[in-house]
């Protein structure tokens, strides 16, 4: 298909219109992105020759990109526009859309690579400023997308191309390539630290439990940068090449094992510029210990304030529970469990939240229980709960329990029971719980009011407490 391009803006906007529009249609017949794609390379746009750096007033429509780069950048370019000035740079509009609005098939990033490739390529000896812009959307492409074949670009790309090279390359995970590029090749120590600092917080931030030795590697980078920096003593690219490689070693302290500063030093290094990077390397470590011990200290005065609280909160408990004149014979508490909950608020039936707290006395188990009714719920009475041992022989033998006389609605009240603990047997149980209370309705026509008792299942608690050798 041939569409001829005038001079003319009406002309260009029905042409590009009449593209869209095919597009559209192609879309809903069902042909796929990449038959579209390739149907656009195949478009011949006439108008004459085109030059971006002449023809910057000219009538054929400029196009953006829509890249937004999500993940980090080394070097994050401005992507700038290019003309539609071929049915391969439509095809590329199209792709980058359609790429950067989330297509996931893989065939179409190295669609849109290859051709940026070859539009690059095609331009290289005809017009600068094509050749960079689409380097440009080329290299913000190999940033954003993990999703082409990184060997098969490599061996596409032209000797002159190492930015594009080291983009590709640290998709590979080759970082000492990538140096190798930024450092030696470049000589861009600006591009190398950046680079270096990206993979180390990256490396640094990732989960403990996903490390793996390929992560420990990328946590050394500023060991290999630092010997990049050192070998370009032997290019003559760099004046002071030994001091840049300390320079980076002293500036990263806290990113660099200290062993491996020392070993990262080149064996010419001279001994004034090694002694005065020890002496920095211990200066840092003493900073860094005194910072730790300074942390330390805070630390353990947090200790003792979160330590007083809760034994304040121990304090406020116990006297609530000792303030109940069934309780306060039994003694000093020697062990409590943690709370359980063992009820939750359900629809439909009246139904209670219920949690448990068990405490251990010297001859006596008391477990607590704390209920809460429902805020629309109806007023309850005489709450209280069955607990019976799960064991073939009881190790607590039931002493009593504490009823809660009434509930009302969205309210909280206490009951307990009460078991005697056989000092020769073990301390851990399993006991069947059910809450049990008395509900008032009207029954009848004279609306006679009633008392209903009810039952609730709760969920069995394990009882284990460690043997108390030290009453504390």
Not at 11 to 19: A, F, G, K, N, S
Not at 52 to 69: E, F, R
Not at 149 to 170: Q, T, V, Y
Request: with cysteine; proline share 4%; aromatic share 8%.
């Amino acid at each position: 298909m041939t569409l001829i391009v005038t001079n003319h803006p009406i002309r260009v906007l029905e042409v590009l219109t009449c593209v869209r529009l095919l597009v559209e249609f192609f879309f809903h017949a069902g042909m796929a992105t990449l038959g579209i794609a390739a149907w656009m390379k195949k478009l011949d746009l006439k108008g004459g020759s085109f030059n971006a750096a002449k023809d910057v007033q000219s009538s054929l429509h400029y196009v953006g990109s829509p890249l937004q780069c999500s993940k980090g950048c080394a070097v994050p370019e401005q992507v700038g526009q290019f003309p539609l000035h071929s049915g391969a740079s439509v095809a590329c509009a199209y792709l980058e859309h359609v790429i950067y609005a989330g297509e996931e098939p893989a065939i179409l990033h190295m669609e849109l690579a290859t051709t940026l490739l070859d539009q690059v390529k095609l331009f290289a000896a005809v017009d600068p400023v094509m050749v960079h812009l689409y380097r440009t959307r080329l290299r913000n492409f190999l940033r954003y997308s993990d999703k082409y074949e990184c060997n098969f670009l490599l061996s596409r790309l032209p000797g002159g191309f190492l930015h594009e090279k080291a983009l590709i390359l640290s998709q590979l995970a080759a970082h000492s390539a990538v140096l190798d590029v930024y450092a030696l090749k470049l000589s861009d120590d600006n591009l190398a630290e950046i680079y270096s600092s990206t993979i180390w917080l990256a490396a640094k931030n990732m989960p403990q439990i996903v490390k793996s030795d390929e992560v420990e590697s990328a946590l050394d980078i500023y060991v290999r940068l630092a010997r990049r920096y050192a070998s370009r003593a032997h290019t003559g690219k760099c004046l002071q090449p030994l001091e840049h490689a300390v320079d980076v070693i002293r500036r990263n302290f806290r990113r660099i094992h200290p062993l491996n500063a020392i070993e990262c030093c080149p064996e010419n290094v001279s001994m004034t510029l090694c002694s005065n990077l020890v002496k920095d390397l211990l200066h840092f470590t003493e900073s860094e210990r005194r910072a730790a011990i300074v942390k330390r200290n805070l630390l353990r005065v947090q200790y003792a304030d979160l330590k007083h609280e809760g034994t304040q909160r121990q304090l406020i408990r116990y006297y609530k529970l000792l303030s109940v004149p069934r309780l306060e014979a039994l003694g000093k508490i020697l062990r409590s469990l943690q709370p359980v909950v063992l009820e939750e608020f359900r629809e439909g039936i009246h139904c209670c939240h219920v949690a448990c707290v068990g405490y251990l006395f010297e001859s006596h188990l008391v477990l607590q229980f704390h209920v809460t009714n429902k805020p629309n719920g109806q007023r309850i009475k005489s709450v209280h709960v069955h607990a019976k041992s799960l064991g073939n022989v009881e190790d607590y033998i039931h002493d009593g329990e504490v009823m809660l006389k009434l509930l009302t609605c969205n309210s909280t009240g206490h009951c307990y029971v009460l078991f005697r603990r056989l000092p020769t047997r073990k301390t851990a149980n399993s006991l069947a719980c059910k809450l049990r209370f008395s509900v008032t309705t009207d029954i009848g026509d004279l609306r006679v009011p009633t008392e209903q008792l009810q039952e609730i299942s709760l969920k069995d608690i394990d009882v284990q407490f460690s043997p108390p050798t030290n009453y504390t």
